[in-house]
């Protein structure tokens, strides 16, 4: 399978707990993408990089996350002193050239 | 804020009958519109999209309609088969950037 992957695919952890995941985007893709998508709700867009440089990130992005793509290929999305609220499926997504991203199958973090 | 409204919430269909999801979206710049469906426990995948010099694009049962003008794209989904019951969600590329603003989904149920 060359899709996106993520890893673990589920998460619980307690509250004040880091908690760290990890993307592979589909060989090749140079750009990286992460979501947070909350019940009922679209994704929401995090961040996102373009090789290994980060080129955008969200007011959603509070000073608790951080995300890193060191080689330009894989990207890690950690969260620092987890809180009830962060609890969503965090979804990761690479495109190419164009405009289309392909999403993974997500992270479901559960924040007791 | 951009943003992403996408109409109906729900919806119900009899097998065989078509399914139009309607979306509207507020950055005049926006010029690259996808389609997503999501499974239960799974990320969202890619089911058709449209770019802004096009006004309507179709694949097999599925097509896509883009009013420029009135900002208001729409999905079709003739024929529909209970294996298309998902969330379905619209978004607009948000001008100047590469991250997607998506809808609130809509969750097609197709009755047998």
């Known amino acids: 399978d060359t899709g996106v992957s993520q890893d673990p695919r589920h998460k619980i952890t307690k509250r004040g707990q880091n908690v760290t995941f990890r993307c592979d985007p589909i060989?090749?893709?140079?750009?990286l993408y992460w979501y947070r998508q909350t019940l009922g709700q679209g994704p929401e867009f995090l961040t996102y990089?373009?090789?290994?440089?980060?080129?955008?990130k969200s007011r959603l992005l509070s000073d608790r996350f951080s995300a890193e793509r060191p080689k330009g290929s894989f990207s890690t999305l950690e969260i620092q002193r987890t809180e009830q609220g962060d609890s969503a499926m965090y979804l990761c997504?690479?495109?190419?050239?164009?405009?289309?991203?392909?999403f993974g199958p997500g992270t479901r973090l559960t924040v007791l | 804020g951009e943003n992403v409204e996408q109409h109906p919430s729900t919806l119900s269909v009899q097998e065989g009958d078509s399914a139009v999801i309607k979306c509207t979206y507020s950055?005049?710049?926006?010029?690259?519109f996808p389609w997503y469906k999501q499974e239960l426990g799974k990320g969202p995948q890619l089911i058709i999209d449209?770019?802004?010099?096009?006004g309507e694009k179709k694949d097999q049962r599925i097509a896509v309609t883009l009013n420029k003008t009135a900002k208001h794209f729409s999905l079709h989904i003739t024929e529909t088969q209970p294996e298309d019951s998902a969330v379905y969600f619209c978004?607009?590329?948000?001008?100047?950037?590469?991250?997607?603003?998506f809808g609130t989904g809509t969750r097609l149920k197709v009755l047998a």
């Open positions: 997504a690479s495109s190419l050239a164009g405009h289309e991203q392909f």
């Open positions: 978004a607009a590329l948000h001008s100047g950037t590469y991250k997607y603003i």
């Open positions: 990089f373009q090789n290994e440089a980060q080129l955008e």
């Open positions: 060989s090749e893709h140079n750009r």
């Open positions: 950055d005049s710049a926006s010029n690259y």
């Open positions: 449209i770019r802004s010099n096009v």
